[in-house]
């Protein structure tokens, strides 16, 4: 497609529930990038992927977070146990290269807003 | 780490004014973006500025790169409502080798032009 789809929009979780996000990238776009806003519109940075490889997952909390991109499969990023600061949007990205550049900007989604209750 | 600093952090105006958005580091950026974001959507790329001291138009928006690439300006002139939204700069890692999609972002401002 020609956007970053997103699902759900919205999803609500009480607190040790799982959640997860689906992110389909535009299609040929090589790169995938998930970021957290939360309050004050701060975004975080969660992880990439080069494909379906890991490419920098710095940013992802180890313990309750994971994520896959699998071939001919939408992107997703799972929270297992959720709590209350889990509570944020979650945006995905795509790029057709190594996003941040002139040449190959992200694409970003339109995210999905997790209330954890 | 790299931190962005916007400023201000709101922005409430009349139609018809000017106005100028910073966002300011105490690191070197190799590039530096703007992006608006409106209320249920994503950020949306505006300009990248790349090269120190460079200056980009896009309509009535001004992108300014400082010339030691440590800070940005945005500025608009003759604000329109329908320029109301989240104004967002990021930059890439500097460190060769990481990832230029994992970007750092300012706080944002929050413009609100009104009619």
């Known amino acids: 497609g020609e956007e970053v789809a997103q699902t759900p929009k919205h999803l609500v979780r009480g607190e040790g529930q799982k959640a997860k996000l689906y992110c389909a990238p535009i299609k040929g776009h090589s790169y995938v990038f998930w970021y957290q806003q939360v309050l004050k519109n701060e975004f975080k940075f969660l992880i990439s992927f080069q494909n379906e490889n890991v490419f920098d997952e710095t940013g992802m909390p180890k313990e309750r977070f994971s994520a896959k991109c699998l071939p001919n499969s939408p992107c997703s990023l799972e929270i297992q146990a959720t709590k209350l600061e889990d509570s944020a949007v979650y945006f995905c990205?795509?790029?057709?290269?190594?996003?941040?550049?002139?040449?190959?900007?992200?694409?970003f989604g339109n995210g999905t807003r997790l209330t954890v209750t | 780490t790299q931190l962005l600093e916007q400023s201000p952090q709101f922005l409430s105006i009349q139609e018809g004014e000017n106005l100028t958005v910073y966002c300011n580091s105490s690191s070197v950026f190799s590039s530096l973006q703007w992006y608006r974001q409106e209320p249920g959507e994503g950020p949306v790329l505006l300009v990248t500025?790349?090269?120190?001291?460079e200056v980009k138009k896009l309509k009535r928006l001004t992108f300014q790169f400082g010339d030691a690439r440590k800070d940005s300006s945005l500025h608009i002139t003759a604000a329109q409502p329908g320029d109301t939204g989240l104004y967002l700069c990021a930059g890439p890692p500097n460190a060769g080798g990481t990832s230029y999609g994992k970007l750092t972002f300012g706080q944002g401002t929050i413009l609100t032009v009104h009619p």
């Open positions: 500025v790349v090269t120190g001291g």
């Open positions: 990205a795509s790029s057709r290269l190594d996003g941040g550049s002139r040449s190959s900007p992200l694409h």
